[in-house]
C-alpha cells in the first residue's frame, strides 16, 4: 500500500495533456518538495521535475509540476507516443523519516 | 556526468544473502546520500534505506531494519547493500540513487541500472 495515492491511469489523444494527481498528507507533500519520475518498462526511472517545477536538463517544458497544500500534479502538454510510460510521484516524509511514493500511473496515447 | 552502475543479476536461494554494489562517479562520491530501494515485478517502488558515503552512516526502513545493510568503500567510490534472510517475495529489481547533501532527500536523481534479485529454490 503506497503512502501517495495516484490514479492508475490515464489517457489522451496525441498533442493533448494530461494531468495526473497525487496525494498525501501534511507529513509529506505538506511540507516537502515533490519529485515526479518517468519509468519506460525496463528500464530505470529517469527525474521528471523537482521542487517547485523544476525540470533537469533535457526534459523538455511540455511537462510541468504543482503543489497545493498535500496534493500534487503533472501535467503533460502536447502528449506524443513517447510518453507513454509509468509516472510515480515521490517526496521525502518527515514522520516516517523515509522517502515515499505513489502506486504509479500509466498513461496511454490513444 | 554523473553516473551510478550497478553490480549484475543474481540468483539466491531462500535464506541466503545477496550484496549489490552501486559505483559512483562523475561527482564528489561523499558529498551526496545515497539510497537505496526496490520494484517488485508489476509494482512501485520501495525505499529500503540511505547511507552517507562520507561518514558511513545509515537509516534502514522500519521493515529491513533487521535484515538489511548498507556500507560502502570511499576508495572506489562504491556503496553495498546486503540483504539477508532472502525469501521468495524479496525478488525485485534493486536500485541506487543519489540523493542530496542531507538525508531529507527531494529528490532521486539520477538512478543506477537496476539489479535482478531473484529468491528461487
Known amino acids: 500500500q503506497s503512502v501517495l495515492t495516484q490514479p492508475p491511469s490515464v489517457s489522451a489523444a496525441p498533442g493533448q495533456k494530461v494531468t495526473i494527481s497525487c496525494s498525501g498528507s501534511?507529513?509529506?507533500?505538506?511540507?516537502?518538495?515533490v519529485s515526479w519520475y518517468q519509468q519506460i518498462p525496463g528500464t530505470a526511472p529517469k527525474l521528471l521535475i523537482y521542487?517547485?517545477?523544476e525540470r533537469p536538463s533535457g526534459i523538455p517544458d511540455r511537462f510541468s509540476g504543482s503543489k497545493s497544500g498535500a496534493s500534487a500534479t503533472l501535467g503533460i502538454a502536447g502528449l506524443q507516443t513517447g510518453d507513454e510510460a509509468d509516472y510515480y510521484c515521490?517526496?521525502?516524509?518527515?514522520?516516517?523519516?523515509?522517502?515515499?511514493f505513489g502506486s504509479g500511473t500509466k498513461v496511454t496515447v490513444l | 556526468q554523473v553516473q551510478l552502475v550497478q553490480s549484475g543479476a543474481e540468483v539466491k536461494e531462500p535464506g541466503a544473502s545477496v550484496k549489490v554494489s552501486c559505483k559512483a562517479s562523475?561527482?564528489?562520491?561523499?558529498?551526496?546520500?545515497m539510497h537505496w530501494l526496490r520494484q517488485a515485478p508489476g509494482q512501485g517502488f520501495e525505499w529500503m534505506g540511505v547511507?552517507?558515503?562520507?561518514?558511513?552512516?545509515?537509516r534502514s526502513a522500519q521493515k529491513f531494519w533487521d535484515r538489511v545493510t548498507m556500507s560502502r568503500d570511499t576508495s572506489t567510490s562504491t556503496v553495498y547493500m546486503e540483504l539477508s534472510s532472502l525469501r521468495s517475495d524479496d525478488t525485485a529489481v534493486y536500485y541506487c540513487?543519489?540523493?542530496?547533501?542531507?538525508?531529507?532527500?527531494?529528490?532521486?536523481?539520477?538512478w543506477g541500472q537496476g539489479t535482478l534479485v531473484t529468491v528461487s529454490s
Open positions: 540513487a543519489r540523493g542530496m547533501s542531507y538525508i531529507e532527500a527531494n529528490r532521486l536523481d539520477p
Open positions: 562523475g561527482y564528489t562520491f561523499s558529498s551526496h546520500y
Open positions: 547511507i552517507n558515503p562520507g561518514a558511513g552512516t545509515t
Open positions: 501534511i507529513s509529506n507533500i505538506g511540507n516537502n518538495y
Open positions: 521542487e517547485r517545477n
Open positions: 515521490g517526496t521525502w516524509d518527515s514522520s516516517l523519516r523515509s522517502y515515499v
